[in-house]
């Protein structure tokens, strides 16, 4: 698995890599088919922006979430994220439990 991350007018800092590095964990246990990830990390005025894109086979997820707090704003943009892959794996499991419910009606 590839993992990027960058900052717009941050500093990465070896805390905050940490720290999405530990938030990343367990969407990856959730689903296992991940190729890549690029976190982008930004500061707008007052608002701490974190921008995430996910890149399964078929599919790249993206979610975002701003706030004054960046941990925050990391925290709640990964629930986001690992929402949306959980809905994508049952996506994929129930697609090829269909299809191997008709070819055994077939037969």
Same mark, same amino acid.
């Given at each position: 698995m590839n993992l990027q991350i960058s900052g717009h007018h941050i500093e990465v800092t070896p805390a905050l890599r940490?720290? @999405?590095e530990n938030?990343?964990?367990? +969407?990856?246990?959730?689903?296992?088919? +991940?190729?890549? @990830?690029? @976190? @982008?990390?930004s500061v707008e005025k007052l608002k701490q922006k974190a921008e995430v894109t996910l890149h399964v086979p078929g599919k790249d997820m993206h979610a975002e979430e701003s706030g004054e707090d960046l941990y925050a704003a990391i925290d709640i943009l990964f629930d986001k994220l690992d929402r949306q892959v959980q809905k994508y794996k049952q996506k994929v499991q129930d697609h090829h439990r269909g299809e191997k419910a008709s070819s055994q009606m077939a037969e």
């Open positions: 940490e720290y @999405v938030k990343l964990d367990p +969407v990856i246990r959730h689903f296992d088919q +991940v190729t890549g @990830v690029n @976190v @982008v990390l």
